[in-house]
C-alpha cells in the first residue's frame, strides 16, 4: 500500500508564492505518474498538474499553465508543486496521486491518494 502525504500548505496573499511537496512511502513511486488536483468547498475535485515517468513530461490545467510547476525527485520519491502568482481562486485542499496508467487528467485513473494540504490565497 502506497502511502502519499503532502506539505507546505498554508495562507498566502494574492501574488505570492508556496511549495507543495508530496512524499511516498514506497520505491516504486519512482516509476509512476504522479499528478496534482485540487478541491475547493462546494466544487468538485479538479485536475491541476501531472508529471510522467519515465520521460518527465509534463501537463497543466489552463487555470494554472504559466504559473505552477510540477517536477519530481525520484531519488527522494517526492513530487513537488511550485505555486507562483496566486489568485484567490487556486484556494482549495491540493492532493497528490499516483497512477499506473501513464501521464492522465482523470482522477479515477489514479489509485493511491495523499490526505491533502490546504491552500488560501487571500485578496
Known amino acids: 500500500q502506497v502511502q502519499l502525504v503532502e506539505s507546505g500548505g498554508g495562507l498566502v496573499q494574492a501574488g505570492g508564492s508556496l511549495r507543495l511537496s508530496c512524499a511516498a512511502s514506497?520505491?516504486?513511486?519512482?516509476?509512476?505518474?504522479m499528478g496534482w488536483f485540487r478541491q475547493a468547498p462546494g466544487k468538485e475535485r479538479e485536475f491541476v498538474a501531472a508529471?510522467?515517468?519515465?520521460?518527465?513530461?509534463?501537463d497543466y490545467a489552463d487555470s494554472v499553465k504559466g504559473r505552477f510547476t510540477i517536477s519530481r525527485d525520484n531519488a527522494k520519491i517526492t513530487v513537488y508543486l511550485q505555486m507562483n502568482s496566486l489568485k484567490p481562486e487556486d484556494t482549495a485542499v491540493y492532493y497528490c496521486a499516483q497512477t499506473g496508467v501513464g501521464l492522465t487528467r482523470y482522477a479515477k485513473s489514479y489509485d493511491y491518494w495523499g490526505q491533502g494540504t490546504q491552500v488560501t490565497v487571500s485578496s
Open positions: 514506497e520505491r516504486p513511486f519512482s516509476k509512476h505518474a
Open positions: 508529471i510522467g515517468w519515465p520521460i518527465p513530461t509534463s
